[in-house]
């Protein structure tokens, strides 16, 4: 009985791969337009990817000089504003150097007396 039984499933297989073959003879050109369309949005999904993953290295390149470009913006306001307290420093001190000068200059215009001797 039981080589009966294996003879049963060898004649339900070759049905079976006979009814395969004869569907896919019949559904060719089918197949293989879905399996060329299947294959299409693999290769379109994998270079998608690659040129996610190319542009989100572009962005972090282009974050990071801009990044750069902030700390010198930075770098650059802190060089003026100490210029400009530089700056003013020396007008303060002109304004005192000159006030300084006034009063000298008043000082010896109202004590300088000459000397007989000198000629």
């Known amino acids: 009985m039981s080589s009966h039984h294996r003879q ?3 004649i339900k297989l070759s049905k079976t791969m006979d009814k395969t073959a004869s569907f896919i003879s019949a559904n060719f050109k089918t197949i293989c337009t879905i399996s060329a369309f299947v294959i299409g949005f693999y290769v379109q999904h994998a270079a998608n990817t690659a040129e996610i993953n190319r542009l989100k ?3 972090a390149n282009i974050n990071a ?7 010198r913006l930075d770098n650059l306001k ?9 700056m003013k ?3 303060d001190m002109s304004a005192d150097i000159r006030q300084i000068r006034e009063g000298m200059e008043d000082l010896m215009k109202h004590n300088y007396r000459p000397s007989k001797d000198r000629y």
């Open 65 to 71: 000089k801009l990044d750069a470009q902030y700390a």
């Open 89 to 91: 420093q020396f007008s």
């Open 8 to 10: 049963e499933k060898r």
């Open 78 to 86: 802190l060089d003026k504003a100490v210029f400009e307290a530089t």
């Open 57 to 59: 290295q572009e962005n």
